[in-house]
């Protein structure tokens, strides 16, 4: 009975031991790649053993929130034992690569076999010999057989380089490698952050470097919305570095004019030409208008043309126009005159006063009865026409514009009254009959 009790309690407590014992070395992995010239070698992890090379390499996972180790010992027998301080602790699923180079202690020189001193500019480059890892250079690899062998050499951001050897028995031979530098593009622009292409591709934006080039010819693109496309042929060079700088050019970009009106509903006109009409709940856009001066023009049944000047600023904000109509009740004792032409443009006179419009318009607060129209535009002979306005109508009218010599120009102006030719003698002569009527005839003198 008393072991039953005993039991369950026990095996409470090594579950405990168990989790603070994982909650205090557990956490996310990441991993150290031993590499080193000499398979069967024994790695220690500041004196705790970790495993064997293989294949040149053994894999050894640490835990990201525990104790980090500070020291690698690698070693086995017949050769010199290696040590060196460890990287920092990789992040979780990272990994750190480590080398290491094991050097054989001094044994008899056999008949067959020879050694290579293995140096490279930069330093540090990792060597192999007939595709086997050997270590970091500067290095000697004793042991080799007598005859001919490939060393290669790399390092990170350069070429490799390699070279045929021939292993000579009892010697120890020289073998010295430089790896080339890439070549390489440093890409700044005016304004920065715009995307540079090499060949086409995008590899970045600016300021950006391009590496890895061979000697070659390549384009580079640079690419930025609001500018002109930017691009350059560039020459490049193994262990060379060329400059490129794109200044690029702003589009000239069309502005934008944003109109309200109160009421809404008012049709809208800029420099003649129909554009919409104003709406209730948001402002009507009118895009793409050129730099410089324009005339906005709005309409509305029953209330008073409504016109104004815009300037368009390059590079400017949009321009808000808000046209505040005319707030009494429209007038029911006028009429209206809604005029095209064409072509369309014309200036618009009402009994040979300017109203400030161009066609398409419409005249608006215009009297009940008849009324005289006159179109005026530059290469063009004025056209006039007459219409009867109607209180509380709008009356249409279109007018087709004949194509020819001008007297007039742009500048509005009144248009003065015609006055008949003649006139004057024609006053005289009824004057003279009316004389005639009046006085009679003297009686005839008797002989």
Known sequence: MRCNRILPAALTLLLLITVQGAAATGGDVGWYTI???????????????????????????????????????????????????????????????????????????????????????????????NDIYQGLSPLTVSSLRAGSCRVEAEYNGYQNAETDVYVTAGTIQNVYLTLQSPGSISVTSSPTDAFVSLNGAIVGRTPYVITGLSTETVEISVTKNGYYNWKQSVNVYDGGQVSVHASLESIEQSQEILVTSDPAGAKIHLDGIYKGETMADQPFPIGSVTEGQHTLSLTLDGYPNYITNVNIVQGGTPVTVNAVMDESQPQQNTGSVKVTSTPAGAMIYLD??????????????VNPGEHTITLRLSDYQDAISKVTVTAGETEPLTIGLAAGSSQTSDTPSAIPTAITPGFGFMSAIAAFLAVCIIIPPGKRRED
Do not use: W
């Not at 040979?352 to 607060?365: E, M, R």
């Open 35 to 129: 590499h080193c010239n000499v398979d069967g070698a024994d790695v220690y992890f500041d004196g705790t053993y970790k495993g064997q090379i293989n294949s040149g390499a053994l894999s050894v996972g640490v835990y990201t929130t525990g104790t980090p180790y500070s020291t690698i010992t690698v070693q086995k027998s017949g050769y010199y034992t290696a040590a060196t301080s460890l990287p920092a602790t990789p992040s979780a699923g990272e990994t750190s690569d480590v080398y290491i180079t094991l050097n054989p202690m001094a044994s008899p020189t056999q008949s067959e076999y020879g050694s290579l001193y293995i140096s490279t500019n930069p330093t540090g480059a990792r060597v192999h010999i």
């Open 352 to 365: 040979n006063a300017y109203t400030g419009l161009i066609t398409p318009a419409t005249v608006t607060d």
